[in-house]
Structure formats: structure tokens, C-alpha cells
């Protein structure tokens, strides 16, 4: 089970760092992979990384702005966003792929979290 969690309110220009801690599963054996649904939208990708941290891959919507990390040893990972916009507004959901490279794709990702509310304000 994943658990995401840290979103709120926010003026453009802030930060938020969201988390997304697993039960029961041991994060390690997984990429783990970050997307985002605003309304009336598609559920889009955000970023992933890989098992180790060594590797990750962002949208071009994000890159530069948003950092991933993720620490094993208690089984979480991380989504740093920075210089939030008002189009980051969405529900964040991570998730987590046992596919042997980093996933980018929804299909990929058999385990998700319930999602976690990100709200940016002009």
C-alpha cells in the first residue's frame, strides 16, 4: 500500500514536498513513479525514479523545478516541487513499478496511492 501525502495551498512561486510512504511492500524493488490529474484532464506523468536513486526522469512540464529522492531505509519517496505554478494544481499520485528500468508510462505502474491534493494559487 502507498500512502501519499504533503500536498495543500500554495502561492505561485512556493514550494511543497510531497511524500509517499509503502506498507506492507518494500519499496526498494520498485521504481517509483509520480503523476498528476487536474480536472477535466488526463492523469499525466510527472517523474520516476529508479530503485537505487542513481536515475530519474522528469517531464519537460516539471524539469528544473521538481526533484525526486527517496530514502530505503524508510521505505519513502519524495517529490521536491519548487517554483510552483498555478498549472501545477492537480491531485499527485505516486506509484510504485517493478519494471527493470524507470517507467514512464500509467501501464507500468500496478501500485498506486490513493493521491494527494496540490493546490497553487496566483
Known amino acids: 500500500q502507498l500512502q501519499a501525502s504533503g500536498g495543500g495551498l500554495v502561492q505561485a512561486g512556493g514550494s511543497l514536498r510531497l511524500s509517499c510512504a509503502a506498507s506492507?511492500?518494500?519499496?526498494?524493488?520498485?521504481?517509483v513513479g509520480w503523476f498528476r490529474q487536474a480536472p477535466g484532464k488526463e492523469r499525466e506523468f510527472v517523474g520516476a525514479i529508479s530503485r537505487s536513486g542513481s536515475m530519474t526522469s522528469y517531464a519537460d512540464s516539471v524539469k528544473g523545478r521538481f526533484t525526486m529522492s527517496r530514502d530505503n531505509a524508510k521505505n519513502t519517496g519524495y517529490l521536491r516541487m519548487n517554483s510552483l505554478k498555478p498549472e501545477d494544481t492537480a491531485v499527485y499520485y505516486c506509484?510504485?513499478?517493478?519494471?527493470?528500468?524507470?517507467?514512464?508510462?500509467?501501464?507500468?505502474?500496478?501500485?498506486w496511492g490513493q493521491g494527494t491534493q496540490v493546490t497553487v494559487s496566483s
Open positions: 506509484a510504485a513499478s517493478p519494471a527493470p528500468t524507470i517507467a514512464t508510462t500509467r501501464t507500468e505502474y500496478p501500485y
Open positions: 506492507g511492500r518494500t519499496l526498494i524493488t520498485y521504481n
